[in-house]
């Protein structure tokens, strides 16, 4: 008897600690934080409801944690107790009730490794069964224990003396970890790829720009393909239902000079949607064709069902660094909705497939071109938020313009393929803000201002709270229906992190990271 | 590696002196092209830091600078093994030259000015080399920074020329009305520093109203304090501060 019931117990060990089906239905267990965005549908929305407006003011950190780097952009994963962040090459996992180091995991980065066009940075790991997956700045995707951060495997992605590297935070689903890579400005070809969770194997590669022979290869002038950037470098999202993934495919290379690539350039600065078990393609939507001005749409999806044109559609959505905020169908990849919501002068507007009617001479040029949005765009890679309960998509809103240049490009492995740069309006005239807009229009509802272009992502919570920072320090909640100003909190370092929410001890808290420090507060 | 040994042993550097001869408009080609991704054209920032002062503080000369760029700035900046030497050179040239206004010939006399601008108690706002009373902006350098025509705009109609950093602002709280530099801002609070040089801090939220005034200078225009002679010579020993004598 006593050997089955070791038995029993070890069997039990075994097993998945967070199968898929909890990640599928993470909001049925909001004290946790168990995938980048919360859930698969991109939403970063805690259901948890102790947080509201009539309380918010009585928040406080209960802990911090400090990395030894300058600034922490890690969305944390919460599960059973601990929390797991990650660093450049570096993971750990922390005591979800004092922030106590449990274990700690690194991977040294090579002495020659240059990142090209980015900073030094990691956006968070990612968890399933019972590992935990970090992707590295030398392109490695990594897979440790849960319970002890010891290797389980390491799957080389792809040589990172080129230019490619690994800043996102993987997506698991069902038996697979995805990631995407940067290296936009190194005349990378970008690629989302899928990997076997248990054994680390390669089970699929979906090239964002089409080789010869396939469709939209023809969007490509001559070989410039072959190093047309199309980075996939922020985490996608999944219908389960649909089983479709969905991916933000970045600029095409050389950013600011396309003479070298006439054509689209396919399926840069799109919306891709792929097959979960086969990484084929089921639709694409371009936001930005043949884009001169760094415009990616390295954006987290948002799924979302709504109303829209008369019937409740499964829609998918998103505010784009091209300063338009789009509604299409997910299952077809339809356009269906589109307007600006923020500050642009490259396009008159949308025409009925969503394609940008373009204004003539907005074009990077030798003596400059002035243009709204810069090349950070409206918005950046950091997450956007969507709350079912108000059905307002909230995103930080950067309001800047900038001179663009056209320089000559020339393409060396491992150096800038970028073809000029941008001079920003002065910092006296730039702003940004915290927008509510409403999720089947895009129209605003309400705006936060802030003092300077924000690069903090957003988090809407179930008790009708937004939170959000500032570049002051500021980590900041408001209310969700009105916008107005709730609680704030000095950091002490630029919030460029985005903000989760879980328990402990069955109590709601907040946790973000301003500068190097992570916090997490609670009442 | 071999950028490392090329610098720290100097001596390929020295074997081979035609090959290091720098070319700004070479420089600037390249910059264009790889540099201003991060740093802006004309180096005005970006990503990276501005490159348009008198002395960068990661590469405060030359050579320190051509180092920088070769072996890049860990963790951000990557370093340039596909430059070869004259390149890493004419880029360092064409940086150095980002920050510094060329001398020019001015018409004033430079040592009269130092009266004048003793004389009109300039240096009850200004320091020049580490002299006189920190409320404006330091003027140790500003000949490095200013050519001759903004620095007589600047002394004659303060207010169209506004130093960064120096943005006037009105607060009224508790029915009384503060006006001063803005030292800090944020969403929620306003930090500044009024004519006494009494520093205030505020919340938003608990003042009746605050507005920036972009328009006005705390620096008074001196237009009609000075003669066109007095002007002249100001201006030239304004022009001859470098931040190099004292």
Known sequence: MKHVVTALFWAAALQAQVPYERIANAHKEPGNWLTYSGNYAGHRHSPLTELTPANVGGLKVKWAYQFDLNRAETSPIVEGGIMYISAPNKAAALDLKTGRVIWNWERPIPSDYQSIGFGRVNRGPAILGDKLYVATLDCYLVALDLKTGQQRWAAQVDDYKPGYSLTLAPLAIRDKVLVGVSGGEAGIRGYVDAYDAQSGKRVWRFHAIPGPGEPGHETWAGDSWKTGGASTWVTGAYDPELNLVYWGIGNPGPDWNGDSRKGDNLYTCSFVALDGDTGKLKWH?????HDTHDWDSTHVPMLVDAELRGRQRKLIVNPNRNAFYYALDRTTGEFLAGRAYAKQTWAKGLDDKGRPILIP????????????????????WFSPSYSPQTKLVYVATREVGSTYYKREAQYKPGTFFAGGGETRIPEKEQWGAIRALEVATGKMAWEFRLVTPPWSGVLSTGGGLVFSGSNEGNIFALDAKTGKPLW???GGGPVMANPISFQIDGKQHVAVAAGRTLYVFGL | ???VLLFAGGLAWGQSPHEAVPDVTLGKRIFDSQCAVCHGQGGTGGRGPALTKPKLAKAPDE?????????GIPPEMPGSWQLSVREVASVARYVVGLGQVAPEKLPGDAQHGRAVFQAKGCGGCHLVAGQGTARGPDLS???AKRNGAHLRA???????HLAEDYLLVEVVSAGKTVRGVRLAEDPFTLQLRDGAGALHSFRKSQVQRWRHLPAESSMPAFARNLSATELDDLVAWLASLRGEQQ
């Not at chain 1, 001479?361 to 950046?380: C, R, Y």
């Not at chain 2, 600047?154 to 169209?160: K, L, N, R, Y």
């Open chain 1, 285 to 289: 939507f371009q936001f930005t064709p």
């Open chain 1, 361 to 380: 001479g907005m074009d990077p040029s030798e003596e400059g071109t002035l243009v709204w949005p810069s090349l950070n765009g409206a918005t950046v």
């Open chain 2, 154 to 160: 600047s002394i004659t109609q303060p207010a169209a």
């Open chain 2, 141 to 143: 350098a500003i000949g």
């Open chain 1, 488 to 490: 704030d909190f000095q």
């Open chain 2, 63 to 71: 050579e320190s600078l051509r180092r920088a760029i070769a072996q």
């Open chain 2, 1 to 3: 590696m071999w950028s």
